[in-house]
T-cell receptor, first 112, second 113 residues
Framework: GESVGLHLPTLSVQEGDNSIINCAYS??????FIWYKQESGKGPQFIID?????DKRQGQRVTVLLNKTVKHLSLQIAATQPGDSAVYFC???????????FGSGTQLTVLP | DTAVSQTPKYLVTQMGNDKSIKCEQN?????MYWYKQDSKKFLKIMFS???????INETVPNRFSPKSPDKAHLNLHINSLELGDSAVYFC????????????FGDGTRLSIL
């Protein structure tokens, strides 16, 4: 079946550096992608989304890039802060009823 | 204040028991969901309801039965609990349009003894 996957299960960055979290998807019919942040003991929290008619979308300190040719999605976090430490999930609407299918998550750790 | 709220936050019970988890959203959304997150953090959809009607029912044992008394509530009842049911269960909601972010509750950690 179709799946969403992440290249790196863990990522450690120095405080103040930029972070890049990658995601590969395989369902070419997916046209909506979303990034979530999940802190310990909390539910996933929406960060940013992008539709397939766009290649890039920016938010506050975050940028999502979509490369439909290679089915790749990335989340860039500028000037990473300790509060950014969390598990980050990408998701696509590639389910049978176009529901969200989540990737396996990347644990981001920000080092002091 | 809380947009999507679930109760209880923690649930510890013995194998074979029946338990329920409640979810309420005050966002005015039409669609609600239940997800299961395993120990490896993998999130998988279980059910989706749109305006009280079931629209997604993934491969879930029929021991799990969702109930939506109104569009602001989606409860999950689990019969004959098994060890493998231990997980964190998340409720979420979204506007009726699928291409919209889902808002999640903080989860119910279910532990089966």
């Amino acid at each position: 079946g179709e799946s969403v996957g992440l290249h790196l299960p863990t990522l450690s960055v120095q405080e103040g550096d930029n972070s890049i979290i990658n995601c590969a998807y395989s369902n070419s019919a997916s046209d909506y992608f979303i990034w979530y942040k999940q802190e310990s003991g909390k539910g996933p929290q929406f960060i940013i989304d992008i539709r397939s008619n766009m290649d890039k979308r920016q938010g506050q300190r975050v940028t999502v890039l979509l490369n439909k040719t290679v089915k790749h999605l990335s989340l860039q976090i500028a000037a990473t802060q300790p509060g950014d430490s969390a598990v980050y999930f990408c998701a696509e609407n590639g389910g049978s009823a176009r529901q969200l299918t989540f990737g396996s998550g990347t644990q981001l750790t920000v080092l002091p | 204040d809380t947009a999507v709220s679930q109760t209880p936050k923690y649930l510890v019970t013995q194998m074979g028991n029946d338990k329920s988890i409640k979810c309420e959203q005050n966002l005015g959304h039409d669609t609600m969901y239940w997800y299961k997150q395993d120990s490896k953090k993998f999130l998988k959809i279980m059910f989706s309801y749109n305006n009280k009607e079931l629209i997604i029912n993934e491969t879930v044992p029929n021991r799990f039965s969702p109930k939506s008394p109104d569009k602001a509530h989606l409860n999950l009842h689990i019969n004959s609990l098994e060890l493998g049911d231990s997980a964190v269960y998340f409720c979420a909601s979204s506007p009726s349009n699928r291409e919209q972010p889902q808002h999640f509750g903080d989860g119910t950690r279910l532990s089966i003894l």
